[in-house]
Each structure stands twice: as C-alpha cells, then as structure tokens.
C-alpha cells in the first residue's frame, strides 16, 4: 500500500479542535494523486494526453478517531477494484498506527464531451502495477 | 423534507468546472444545522447547554451530476434513523428539480469527556419533529 | 452600502475556535458576487458574454474581533475605486454592530487569451450604479 | 529565507482553472510553522506551554501570476518585523524561479484570557535566529 505523509494546519481544523470532516477529502486526493505520480502517472497527463477526466462518483468514510492541528497523518491508498468502466480506491488515514479514518472513492473515466468511457488498457495496467 | 438554499461561489469549485467533491459536506453541514434550528434548536445550544457534540462517525456521498459556478442549489435534509445510540440525516442537493448528489451522515453523541452517550430523549424527540 | 448575510459553518472555524483567517475571502467573494448581483448582473454572465475574467491582483485584511460558529454575520461591500484599468471592492464583516474584518480586492480585467483589457464603459456605469 | 514544498491538489484550484485566492493564505500558514520548526519549535508548543496563541491581524496579497493544478510550490518565509508587540513576517510563492505571490502577515501574542501580552523575549529570539 502507498504512502504519503500529510500535516495537519489549523486551516484544517474546526471549533471542535479536530480535522473538519469534508477535509480528509482532500487527503483522499492526494492520495490517489500520489498513488499515480509513484507510478510514473501525472493525472494532469491523464487529463491532457488521454484527454479524460475520472470524476468520484462515490465517496465514503468512517471516522473512527480525531487528527488534531499538527499531526503528521500518513495516507495510504491501495487499488480495491479496476474495471473497465470503475476504479475504486481506498484509503486509511493514520496517527503513527492509530487508523482514524478509512474510506473509499469510486471513479469513471469522462471524456472532453462528457461521455461515459472504458478505462483504457494501459491505464488500468499502470493502476495495478 | 426541509430545504435550504446555497449559492455555489468560485471558492467551492475546482479546476475542472465544478464543484469540488469535498465540498457537498459543507453543504450537508448547512442542510443538518437547518434542520435543527427549524426544529428551534441551535447546534451551538446542543453543545452549550446539553454539553453534547454530535460527530460524523460515517459519510457517504453519490455524485449524479455536478453543480458549477453560481448555481442556486436546493440542500434537501431528513432524518433517516433517530437510534438512542446513533442518529442519520440523509441529503439531496439539487439544481431545480434535477438530483446531483445524495449522501448520508451517521451521528453519534458525546459528552465533555469524550465518552459516547445515548441521545437524550428530549433530544430525540426534537429531531424527530 | 450593500449587505448580505452569511452564517458562519462548522466548516469554517478553526481549532482556535474562530473562523479560520482565509475564510474571510470567501465573504469577501460573496459580498462583491451580490454587489454585482443587486445591480442587474452575474459575473457569470461578465465571463460568458463579455468573455472578461476580473482576477483579484491584490488582497487586504485587517481582523479586529473574532467571528465565531453559528454567528450570522453581516457582508457589507462597497465600490472604493472604479477605473478603467482596476476596479478595488471595501468589504466590512460585521456582527450585528460589531465590526469583525475589513478588507479590499482589487481586481483587473483579463480577456480569454489572458490578456489585461480596459474594463468596458457599460460594465463600470453597472458597478458605479 | 525558509522554504517548504506544496503541491497544488485539485481542492485548491477553481473553476478559473487556477488556485482560488483565500487558498495562499494555506500556503502562508505552512511557511510560518516550518519556520518555527526549523528553529525548533512548534507553534503547537507556543501554544500549549507558553498558553500564547499568535493570530493574525493583518494579512495582504499580492497576486503577479496563477499556481495552477500539480505545480509544485516553493514557500519562502521571513521575519520581516520583530517587536514586543508584533511580528510580522513575509511570504513568497513562486514555481520554479516565477513569482506568483506575495504577502505578509502581522501578529499579536494573546494569553488564554485573551490578552494583548508582550511576545516573550526567548520567543523572539528563536524567530530571529
């Protein structure tokens, strides 16, 4: 499983002292991103030379403990599913190796007209190396 | 069903048009503190008075169709389960009558000390108005 | 003048039980939105008919008192300067009578090839009204 | 001059397809605590033994070029101002050698009962090393 080290700032946190819950949305984002870039993959490349777009149809979380102002979280983020038509990813934030968070995104691939597309071939296989 | 407005700004959208993921919390946290204060409580008075926070324990979110800039979107909120343990707000943002996302959140409650504790009647009922 | 309200979210507090210093941009956003707004114009509508981009080139804020979650806040924004070649919005964020965070934006006007443009007569006469 | 890495998510962006504008003053706040951690304290520190917090009270931008999706950020922080009663220091974004930002940020030390106190001589030595 990948990982990548994220700080916590106090432009993360809320008035209940701990990460507001949209924001381990983003460290979801920067997961996968890392997740690709590790691969030899930008998605700005995925984007601009596939011309495609793999917009989360679905997200969850469950929160089981608090990240706090300063923290160092890791993210990790594996692959649990790659078909032709959805990629689902998941994610478990922790605190040393306190899991506070896990979740998973859902993504299809989005052509420059909007359209529905197959996952190319060589993507996938890029996704599961 | 209650309903609340938003206005989606520049501030919630991302470089690819829309609305970021992430955001649709916010909007689910809007739709949520609505909702208790129609029921004439305050969020801020659940925490003051009973000394009870109610954090997101669970999220989830399906993406439809996306909102872009300056859309007035509907925040439709519900109570789906009202549990002396647990309690769910379902949510459906839409523009006009079209359905761009639907998600849930899963509540629990928790005193000063950090204990979890069992929703207060009065709470309860309230709620369930 | 001209005012719109704003409830401060969860989403926008920080650990320091305040709102998070960045998120007073955000009001500033919604404050010059609505001025726009009340004089007959979207600047949706500036981008996709007149094909201008106004970026902000400069940011002030000065914070005297702290809002904090739940507090309905007051937007207060007015026309400081309008010329052809900047336009700088004053924003005032009050609490009831309490002035929490004044600020200003200054903004240029960029066409579609990125190029700094005049700000087009009838636009200023709206923003003047 | 201080400097930190960042890389541009997707959250930070707007639909204007760079980074929205609130989201620098993210980037300033990462400047300033690697600031302090590379003098070897945290500003968590600062605030749990010397119960000091150090809020901003001014902040300005100036905006010279766009950060866009997966650029990667340099940060510079510095000590521009050093007194009893305010610190104020300075913030450069650039990407690769370009300028794209500027700002500072003035600061105040409050104690837990919320007083205007004199920063702590041992605190300005360390900012000043």
Redesign the interface.
């Known amino acids: 499983m990948d990982e990548v080290l994220y ?1 916590v ?3 993360d ?6 990460m ?4 381990y ?2 460290l979801f ?2 997961g996968r ?1 890392e997740y690709l870039r590790k691969r030899g993959l ?3 490349a995925v984007e601009e030379e596939k011309g495609l ?1 793999l ?10 403990a ?1 990240a ?3 923290d160092l979280l890791r993210i990790k983020t594996r692959l649990l599913e790659a078909k032709s038509y959805k990629v689902v990813f998941g994610y478990e934030i922790l605190r040393d190796e306190d899991l506070l968070v896990e979740g998973h995104t859902t993504h299809v691939a989005i052509n420059r007209e909007g359209k529905v597309m197959r996952f190319p071939r060589d993507l996938l296989e890029i996704l599961l190396k």
Chains 1, 2, 3, 4 share one sequence.
């Open positions: 700080r700032i106090y432009g946190t809320d008035c209940g002292g701990v507001y819950y949209a924001h949305m983003r984002e920067i991103t930008s998605y700005r777009i917009p989360v149809v679905e997200v969850s979380a469950r929160y089981k608090s706090r102002y300063d």
